[in-house]
């Protein structure tokens, strides 16, 4: 079988090198997409055990101003953490990761100072809880190091605070115990969030190990079930058209110039199928098992791709999964001309995919279906646009560096 030529091999070992990091997002970004609900649900229960914990501390209040202070900055933490996190954002970045815990941080000092000099008990103030309910949610998205680095951070900062405390205290002890009471809780609950998404890493690795072998020992059966199809397809043709034509001319006993000439466009004809069929690449047969239901059994969808130099082949096996869902959707979508679907594909350097057709969709309806598969593609290091505009839908997906058209 031949192989496209249009994209170099080292293009290709480098744009599937690039690293990605070992996050559930990342590997697993359509199931942590369904996870998301988790970081308000979670932020909502931080804000509210900081407003009770602040109430049971009336008596305590040395500046209310600096308390009513702290929970504003903890909700704008949780703010910043619901609105990055959300699959429309992906991927969740370093700095934004920094910024929630560093706001929450910060929202816990602020608290410690409201209460400095009359505060009772380390126990029951909300600071630790409250960075330790952010820090779980935050191995979904970022390596499991960076969130236990940021937690170790943040458990000196709080227990540094506490042991400060010791002098005021109602409980008499070493400072010691007040740093175990106040940093215990961050590091817990970030080592056990910790835990599951390395967990969960470790299978989705070890589940796409196991889809690359079989991926690897269908290969075969693909070849030969192209060659078949091409066969049948020859076959067709040659039923069609090569033994009509072959028994006028017997029926004749004679050719002529024009009998030369349809003898030469038969061959020229089934040459290009054969050629076409056995280098239809993957994206060929993704759009074209994605629209063959929505056609008629006459038209023929391998025009709806142009890749001539095959740079899907660029294209990792994470992001041919994602792909493949997108087009099914873009597919399904109510009021969709299936006729129009047309893929572009350009810049061997940085690979560009544009898909346009025509829908009688709703703007909303269409990013509502469409958005979490570009979110995906973001968190496998793609970057992605969607227009809809006068009923003309456009869909871009390329590797970073490709310059838009």
Not at 276 to 305: F, I, K, N, Y
């Amino acid at each position: 079988m031949s192989v496209p030529r249009g994209i170099a091999s080292e293009t290709i070992v480098r744009l599937r090198s690039v690293p990605v990091e070992r996050t559930p997002q990342r590997l697993d970004p359509l199931g942590v997409q369904s996870a998301w609900l988790l970081v308000p649900l979670i932020g909502i229960a931080a804000i509210g055990y900081a407003i009770a914990s602040t109430l049971w501390h009336l008596q305590q209040l040395r500046s209310p101003g600096l308390a009513l202070t702290a929970i504003a900055v903890l909700a704008l933490a949780v703010a910043v953490a619901t609105i990055r996190t959300h699959p429309g954002l992906a991927p969740f970045g370093r700095w934004a990761h920094v910024t929630v815990i560093g706001l929450a941080v910060i929202a816990a000092c602020l608290f410690a100072a409201a209460v400095w000099g009359r505060n009772q008990r380390i126990q029951d103030d909300w600071g630790q809880i409250a960075v330790a309910l952010l820090l779980i949610a935050m191995p979904l998205y970022r390596p499991v190091l960076e969130v236990m680095i940021a937690a170790v951070a943040a458990a000196t900062v709080l227990g540094a605070l506490a042991a400060l405390q010791a002098g005021s205290l109602e409980i008499v002890t070493g400072p010691i115990v007040y740093v175990t009471v106040a940093a215990t809780p961050v590091l817990a609950l970030a080592a056990g969030g910790a835990g599951y998404a390395w967990t969960m890493t470790g299978e989705t690795l070890r589940w796409r190990e196991v889809a690359r072998a079989g991926q690897a020992r269908l290969e075969t059966e693909l070849r030969e079930t192209a060659r078949r199809t091409v066969a049948q397809k020859s076959a067709a043709v040659f039923d069609a058209e090569t033994v009509p034509f072959l028994t006028d001319i017997l029926w004749r006993g004679e050719i002529t110039e024009a009998d030369r000439e349809r003898a030469a466009a038969i061959a020229d004809g089934l040459r290009a199928l054969a050629v076409s069929s056995v280098e239809r690449t993957w994206l060929d047969e993704t759009l074209a098992l994605a629209l063959a239901p929505h056609l008629p059994p006459s038209a023929d969808p391998a025009g709806a791709v142009h890749d001539p130099g095959g740079l899907d082949r660029a294209l990792t096996e994470e992001q041919r999964a994602i792909v493949s869902a997108l087009v099914s959707t873009v597919v399904e979508l109510p009021g969709l001309e299936p006729a129009t679907v047309r893929v572009d594909v350009s810049a061997p350097e940085h690979p560009a995919f544009v898909l346009t057709a025509r829908v009688h969709e709703g703007r909303r309806a269409i990013r509502r279906e469409i958005v979490p598969y570009l979110s995906a593609l973001r968190s496998a290091s793609m970057v992605t646009g969607l227009r809809v505009r006068a009923g003309e839908l456009t869909l871009r997906f390329a590797y970073p560096g490709s310059s838009r058209p």
